[in-house]
């Protein structure tokens, strides 16, 4: 079964992103809600149902063979995270 198959894309946004000449498309389900909060000694992610899914798929995108190292997804607050939401950074790092 592919990643498709069991996580039905139901996205309202979607950004194409390329690297090295390879195109990933990231998608945000429709009502996903992402919170990421910085509590000093740890960051907590919270988020919907929707949202989880849209991480989960964030991450096998990043994942996809042929995917350069270094290749990465900036999210932010009014950038597919909630209002007051600290930056995250989502990178492939196939280095030791």
Do not use: C, K, Y
């Not at 894309?9 to 390879?22: E, F, N, Q, R």
């Amino acid at each position: 079964m592919t990643a498709e198959q069991e996580m039905p894309l139901t996205a309202s946004t979607t950004m194409a992103a390329s690297a090295d000449g390879v195109s990933r498309v990231f998608s945000w389900e429709q009502d996903a809600r992402i919170n990421v909060r910085n509590l000093g000694a740890e960051i907590v992610i919270e988020a919907n149902a929707a949202g989880l899914r849209t991480l989960a798929r964030h991450v096998l995108t990043l994942a996809e063979a042929g995917t350069p190292d270094g290749s990465h997804l900036h999210l932010e607050d009014s950038n597919g995270l909630e209002e007051g939401s600290v930056g995250l950074v989502l990178e492939r790092d196939d280095g030791e």
